[in-house]
């Protein structure tokens, strides 16, 4: 009984080879699978790396893209357009006070800068309203014409400009805060003889020829307050 008992115990050890073997087996799948897991995740570790730079390059390499400024060019209705064309009345009969009190009866003269054959008119308001009713219209025995300024800026007309005059007339002032005296202030630096003031217009006379010449280079255009003022020659 003693020796069945140790060969039996003598045999158990063999009997377990093969779970030692399966155990050996193992570790050497663990470690043959942890081959496999590290392989696996370098090459992870690869790609996530390539795919990581992969955006890097495209976005270094791709030119940025130029945006094509859009288009302001389209042509302005009649409805924005203030400037207005006159030309066909009387040189020598029509002066400017003349067409303000005409433009004013359809709407609100801003600005007028007058030559001696044409002048350019600004309306405030009543400029389509303007063009419908003056341009073919009998204006001091001659036809009026009348049509929208076109284009950028005022044209220049060589050979029509109004002889200069010692009487300058100044238009586009504020007549609720205008008098006489603010004439006069504008004019400083100048010497004037006389000034005629409405309610929409002003006549000044300068003492000298050179006076009125000067004046109209330095003042027209300039600001009194809030508004752009007109002096050109009567």
Request: hydrophobic fraction near 25%.
């Amino acid at each position: 009984f003693f020796r069945l008992s140790m060969s039996s115990r003598s045999r158990s050890p063999s009997r377990s080879l093969p779970r030692g073997r399966s155990t050996s087996g193992s570790r050497d799948g663990e470690e043959h699978g942890g081959r496999r897991f590290r392989s696996r995740s370098g090459s992870r570790r690869n790609r996530r790396s390539r795919s990581r730079s992969r955006p890097r390059d495209r976005s270094y390499s791709r030119s940025p893209r130029r945006l094509k400024p859009r288009s302001h060019s389209r042509s302005p209705s009649p409805e924005e357009v203030r400037s207005l064309y006159v030309t066909g009345f009387s040189p020598g009969n029509t002066n400017a006070r003349d067409l303000v009190d005409r433009f004013d009866e359809v709407g609100k003269v801003e600005r007028i800068h007058m030559k001696e054959k044409f002048a350019f008119i600004t309306m405030k308001s009543g400029a389509s309203k303007a063009v419908r009713e003056f341009d073919g219209a009998t204006f001091q025995g001659k036809k009026l014409r009348v049509e929208f300024v076109k284009g950028r800026g005022v044209p220049e007309h060589r050979g029509e400009k109004i002889p200069p005059s010692k009487t300058l007339f100044v238009v586009n002032f504020d007549p609720q805060r205008t008098n006489k005296a603010d004439v006069e202030d504008f004019f400083r630096g100048f010497k004037v003889r006389d000034v005629e003031l409405s309610d929409k217009w002003a006549f000044v006379t300068m003492e000298t020829l050179e006076d009125a010449e000067d004046a109209v280079k330095d003042l027209d255009g300039r600001w009194l307050g809030d508004r752009q003022i007109t002096v050109t020659f009567k």
